[in-house]
């Protein structure tokens, strides 16, 4: 059993080393290739993992190689345009010009209703508000509306703004995150003094608190702490 566990961890984090080197890619935006890639490195894994009578080097190789030749691609779809597009193919347009376009729903198996839900979960319920909307390599819909269909920008209505920059958690689920707190230049006092203006008195009552480059802050308390 101690074995089986050993090769278990073994394995897991090999992979996982091995993955978070191709990149940081979610499942949804995984090209084709990644995706087999992922599935056979899943397979290859599971056999040693539950037959110790394979030797772990056995099971470690292929997935070296794999890895590597998933890499070796990635560098040539950086270098080459034609054997990117060999690989992962391109943006197909679904919609131009408030149409949908039936024979490239046809050449990419996607159907009016797997169309319709994709722009329904962008805030699109009517096509003649759509400019393109492109199939991605990895499966997503890019939408783009008309330009009268965009929201309209602080800069397009002479609007002045001010950035706020990145924020940052000084209390996570209660608990004060102390060098962050340093980081941005505040001490205890202050952080008493913004707990105080939200009805609290301890970080343990705050579910989260952060503040940004100009020292705004926002915050939400525990519900236990609100009751």
Known sequence: MFVVLIRTVVLY?????????????????????????????????SVPMQDNGIPLVSGLI????????ASILSVLCTRSIRFRTLLCGKP????????????ELKKTRLTLDELMEELRMQGYTDFRAIKFALLETNGQLSVLPYAAEKPATAAQMGITTQ????????????????????GRGYEHVWLEKQLASYGMTSPAQAFLLTVDEEGGTYCVPKKEAAE
């Open 13 to 45: 984090l090999f992979i996982v080393v091995g993955i978070r080197l191709l990149g940081k890619h979610q499942i949804g935006q995984l090209e084709p290739s990644e995706l087999v890639l992922t599935l056979i490195i899943a397979d290859l894994a």
């Open 62 to 69: 292929p997935i070296v190689v794999l890895l590597s030749l």
């Open 92 to 103: 197909t347009i679904v919609v131009e010009n408030g149409q949908v376009l039936e024979p």
């Open 163 to 182: 950035e706020t920059g990145l924020p940052v958690v000084l209390i996570s689920d209660g608990r004060l995150l102390e060098h962050n707190l340093r």
